[in-house]
């Protein structure tokens, strides 16, 4: 473990689940804070200052999926690792529009957590170590911090998952990418069979990047995949 403590907040109304995690992962080394309805876990995530969020999707007042949806909305970029009960409708592709990270089913192994929290901070960390800079492609300028894209003096946001798209292609310019890659990468679901959704994503981010005769930033390889060629 490093110097600094990796800080994670539990949104959660379930008493007993919020304290055995926060107990493991205080053992662990980590911070952490609890909020136990839709509310307050907004406010006290919309600081920014955690690693990852673990959000319960059923709470009181706002509930999870809002949650997440609007602290996209408010450009908070923290890693979130959604909650779900059995049996609960997750509409994993919902989840993943509305800008989750990863979710798991209750009852979960405390190691199981453990692991996909370590893999969101290490996600979250390349995140960070760019904050602040900007990128020059072809005929527009990228700022992953600001999520947008300044070309032919106008400003165009980039949501959540475009610009972690453009990111991941940026730290690995002129190789290929294939779909299930980017999907595990930006998406972090094992979601096989929604690489559609990739191209569905891939198509607006060509759009804002002003990238109309398909190629000339991010290049379609048949049947293998996605090459950022800026
Ligand atoms: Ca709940």
């Not at 919309?46 to 990852?52: H, I, L």
């Amino acid at each position: 473990m490093d110097d600094v403590k990796r800080r994670v907040l539990i949104i959660e109304d379930e008493e007993g689940i919020v304290v055995t995690v926060s107990d493991r992962l205080e053992a662990e080394g980590y911070g952490v804070e609890a909020a136990s309805d839709g509310d307050s876990g907004f406010r006290k995530a919309s600081t920014g200052e955690f690693d990852v969020v673990i959000l319960d999707l059923m709470l009181p007042g706002r509930d999870g999926l809002s949650v997440c949806r609007d602290l996209r909305g408010i450009g908070i970029t923290t890693p979130v690792l959604m909650l779900t009960a059995r049996g609960q409708v997750f509409d994993k592709v919902l989840g993943l529009k509305i800008g989750a990270d990863d979710y798991m089913v209750k009852p979960f192994e405390m190691a199981e957590l453990l692991a996909r929290i370590e893999v969101l901070i290490r996600r979250g960390r390349t995140v960070s170590a760019r904050d602040g800079s900007s990128y020059e492609i072809p005929g527009a300028i990228v700022d992953l911090k600001a999520a947008s894209v300044r070309r032919d003096g106008r400003t165009i946001d980039l949501t959540h998952q475009e610009s972690r798209l453009l990111e991941y292609f940026l730290q690995n310019r002129g190789e290929i990418i294939d779909r299930n890659e980017l999907l595990d990468m930006v998406w972090g679901y094992d979601a096989a069979p929604a690489t559609r959704t990739v191209d569905v994503h891939i198509a607006a981010l060509r759009k804002k990047l002003g990238d109309t005769r398909s190629g000339k930033i991010i290049q379609t390889v048949r049947s293998r995949g996605y090459r950022f060629t800026a």
